[in-house]
Nanobody
Framework: VQLQAYGGGLVQPGGSLRLSCAAS????????MGWYRQAPGKQREVVAT????????NYVDSVKGRFTISQENAKNTVYLQMNSLKPEDTAVYYC???????????????WGQGTQVTVSS
């Protein structure tokens, strides 16, 4: 299983970026996908998650109203639309997927390689 993330970069405060992450290879089902971030000197934190069946979403309080997570189940892809970006959003963003590789196996976590988001003037 591979998760490939795209879309990071440098943006000015108040700007927008869209991250995408596609999962591929030996997937039976995906139960949920999400985005995490890790800023220098800080622990990795969950940013947003979405369940694959119901589309139910959850966000960390600091991004509510600014970030939107969405998915395309047919493409095993999750997106993170980030608006009104702030310098404190600067971090490496990682996508995560809870994937079953077989009917009889329990889901496990898979991670993308991380993409840098820098918010600076």
């Amino acid at each position: 299983v591979q998760l490939q993330a795209y879309g990071g970069g440098l943006v000015q405060p108040g700007g927008s970026l869209r991250l995408s992450c596609a999962a591929s290879g030996g997937i039976f089902t995906i139960s949920a996908m999400g985005w995490y971030r890790q800023a220098p000197g800080k622990q990795r934190e969950v940013v947003a998650t979405i369940t694959s069946t119901s589309g139910s979403t959850n966000y960390v309080d600091s991004v509510k109203g600014r970030f939107t997570i969405s998915q395309e189940n047919a493409k095993n892809t999750v997106y993170l639309q980030m608006n009104s970006l702030k310098p404190e959003d600067t971090a490496v963003y990682y996508c995560n997927a809870k994937i079953k590789r077989d009917y009889y196996l329990t889901p496990r976590d898979y991670w993308g390689q991380g993409t840098q988001v820098t918010v600076s003037s």
